[in-house]
């Protein structure tokens, strides 16, 4: 499973504009993130350029917001 959909809706960016930038089919953009299908190694870092991440980053679950904060940092805002 990629994340595709999750760092796309990120940056505002719709499945046509996506499959516009890739040169490829708003189908083919939804197929991947649906699942039912797989972009090759190559298209996967076109995908992590433009939505402005990592190929690993498409490849691991996002960390929800909160995560990055350092626990030390959150009991000092409340002190």
Known sequence: MTYIQH????????????????????????NWENGDRKPDVFMMKRIAEILGCTVDELLTEPKPIESSINKNERVGENA
């Open 7 to 30: 760092y796309r809706e990120l940056r505002g960016i719709t499945q046509v504009v996506l499959a516009e930038k890739l040169g490829v089919s708003q189908g083919a953009v939804s």
